[in-house]
């Protein structure tokens, strides 16, 4: 199965699996009651101007997550995407989750004469689980909301290790899918924007993303507050590496370092 026609089955296995989870038991009102957290914080990075750029910039990105308290969370990665857990059995985890996507500016080094990419969204479903006591594996899925309207899917697994009972390293590999429509609105290039930039025209395919590996030391600072030093590399492959955007005014080749920090918030409903 190509993976164009495998990300919106896989969205639909997330999204509908998910909440039925929730429901078992005592029903849907009954678990909406109880214990729950609300994690909020901000993330500093220096990552690329524009996604396959070849300038780095300084940025800010949100942490937000929102689940029901009980099973401790064994593990969390600046990775993970807005979150809503809905079904929690310890060893698995899965729920709603979403992104941001801020505007793409065609005023950008390295994108001048493309037309912009407006603000949006994407939204999904994520699921996780821990095949042995210290590895974490996760997927997300995500429909793109007004940015674009593609699929996207990422996959990533991070063994942990605890030095002391406040500070943790952890790491692993990283993968990323997306489909046609998603690839169009980021890298493709169409006959007017070739014509204005000396671009090659390009429409792609869907296809892998990028493949990688990113690593953390997170610091338990109190039992509310987290702060964490974190580093990614990713290699642009497929669809994304053929672009003529990445071929003439990008890399391959992207980085990101940053710090992160955030507060949990228990609560009860």
């Known amino acids: 199965m190509s993976p164009a026609r495998f990300l919106p089955a896989a969205l639909a296995a997330l999204v509908v699996a998910a909440p039925s989870g929730a429901r078992a038991g005592d029903g849907f009102f009954d678990w909406i009651h109880g214990d729950w957290y609300l994690e909020v914080g901000v993330t ?41 857990g809905l079904y929690d059995t310890g060893n698995f985890r899965a729920g709603l989750n979403g992104k941001l996507l801020l505007r793409r500016s065609s005023d950008t080094q390295g994108l001048e004469g493309l037309d912009p990419v407006p603000w949006g969204g994407e939204l999904g479903g994520f ?44 790491g692993g590999p990283r993968m990323s899918l997306a489909s046609s429509r998603y690839f169009d609105a980021y890298y493709g290039v169409n006959a007017a924007e070739a014509a204005t930039t000396g671009l090659a025209e390009y429409h792609p395919g869907g296809g892998v993303k990028s493949v990688g590996v990113g690593g953390a030391v997170t610091w338990k600072v109190s039992d509310p507050i987290t702060a964490s030093l974190f580093g990614e590399y990713s290699r642009l492959t497929g669809p994304a590496a053929s672009s003529s955007l990445v071929k003439q005014n990008g890399s391959k080749d992207q980085f990101t370092i940053g710090i992160s920090t955030s507060y949990r918030f228990d609560f009860k409903m």
């Open 44 to 84: 500093g990075l220096v990552a690329p101007n524009f996604e396959g750029g070849k300038k780095y910039l300084l940025g800010a990105e949100p942490i937000i997550s929102l689940g029901k308290a009980g099973n401790d969370t064994r593990f969390s990665s600046r990775n993970d995407n807005i979150s809503l």
């Open 127 to 170: 699921a996780e689980f821990y095949p042995v006591d210290w590895v974490r594996v996760r997927g997300e899925v995500r429909q793109g909301v007004r940015a674009h309207h593609g699929v996207v899917a990422d996959f990533a697994a991070d063994a942990f290790y605890d030095v002391t009972p406040e500070v943790r390293i952890s």
